[in-house]
Structures are given as C-alpha cells and as structure tokens.
C-alpha cells in the first residue's frame, strides 16, 4: 500500500512536466515581453483575437490560461472586456505580464497569477483562451475540460498545424523537433487529436464557430450554445 505522502507515478510524472514548462519559459519570459512590445500579438493570436472581437467583447471577463507575458490579455482590454485574469506555470512570464498590465494602465483590472491551469480553481468568465498552451501538455483533456467548466460563453485556443495537406509534413517536422528537445532536456510539443477536442467541446454543450489556418497553427473559436443572450459579467 502506497503511503499518503508518496506521490503516485502518473502524479511524478505531471509535476516533472508541469515544472520544465515553468523553468523552460522563465528563461523566455524578456524576449516574449521585448517581441509583444516591439511588434503585438503573432499572426496567429491576431487571428483569434478577431475571431473574439466578431462574437463581442465589450464588458466580458476573461480567463487567459497559459497567458505568457499577458499580451492577448492586454489587448482584449484595451478592446473593451472587462477584467482579465490570467495563469501560467512561469513565475517570470507572470512577473512581466502585471509588469505589462500596470504598464497599460490595467493594473486594477488585469491579475495574472502563477497557476497549473489544468487543475487550478478557475473562475468563471465569459472568455476563456489557450493561445498556444494545450501542446504543452502531455493530456490535453484536464485542461481543455477545465477551461470548458470556466466558460460562459467563448473558448478559442491555438493548436500547432495538424490537418488537412499540411499534417503529414508537420508531424515530420514535429518529430524532428521533439527529438532534439528530448537530447537537450527541454519540453515537448504535442499534437493531439483533433477530432476528440471537438467533441469535448461539442458534448459540453459548445459549437464551432470559426477556424483558420496560419503558417504553423490553427486557430480555433468555440462558443456555448445559445450564449449570446447572456449578460456580460461586470
């Protein structure tokens, strides 16, 4: 019988990961910061950030999981949402986004906070994203759920490119990747089935909305049935 202060096997292997991520994306956390300053938000964050502001904004909550140096936060603040509220498992990333929110003038409606945001308690918001966060993880199930459970009304998140012509050289080049990151010590990229993702989201009571491709990502918008009659959150 395995004591109650032994960790089990799968519960090692979770905080081992949870805690590269952490260590590998704090030695990232000035150029993610000096990058959104000098040129915004990437492409691919562009596109869902339209995605997001088509469906309406204006005086929504957001819950930003794996939300980097805050910079999707910030400019969905400066669009009209309400408040932000963001996760992350690198203490610098979180250091340099209420940095960026104080910055910008958002200090009192923007909190970011160090977080597993696949097992955080979330709070409820109208928006929630994963910009570029579910192929850091090994299990995209807990976190894609939890950021479900969270969820009034939107869940858009980016993906690595696995679809349509491009998939099979992607997932070369991906593999190619993830064996250097594997000699070096660092992180993994995950691809994960698509077609489970969507039917997380579409028996939890979500629909597809929009898709769209960039160079190297997909970038998707869910929304919850029937939501656009609901109050924002103020």
Known sequence: MTSSSQKSPLKERDLHETDKIGKEFDEDACDFCHR????GLSRSSKLL?????QEGVLGRSVADLGCGTGGF????????AETAIGFDLSSRMIDSANDLAAANGFADRAKFQVGNAAKAELPV????????????YSDWSPLLKNAIGASRAMVGFIVPR???IAKLPF???????NYFQRRG???MFYLHPLKHVDRTLSDSGFAYRRKQASRL??????SRVQSSNLTPNR
Do not use: A, H, P, Q
Request: proline share 0%; glycine share 8%; with cysteine.
């Open 171 to 177: 997932r070369l080049g991906v593999r190619i990747v």
């Open 49 to 53: 950030l339209d995605f997001i502001m």
């Open 36 to 39: 959104y300053k000098r040129s």
């Open 162 to 164: 696995d679809d349509g």
């Open 185 to 187: 010590g660092n992180i």
């Open 73 to 80: 936060s910030i400019e969905l603040l400066k669009e009209g």
């Open 125 to 136: 918001s109208d928006i929630v994203i994963m910009d570029k966060v579910l192929c850091c």
């Open 217 to 222: 990502w997909l970038v998707f918008l869910y």
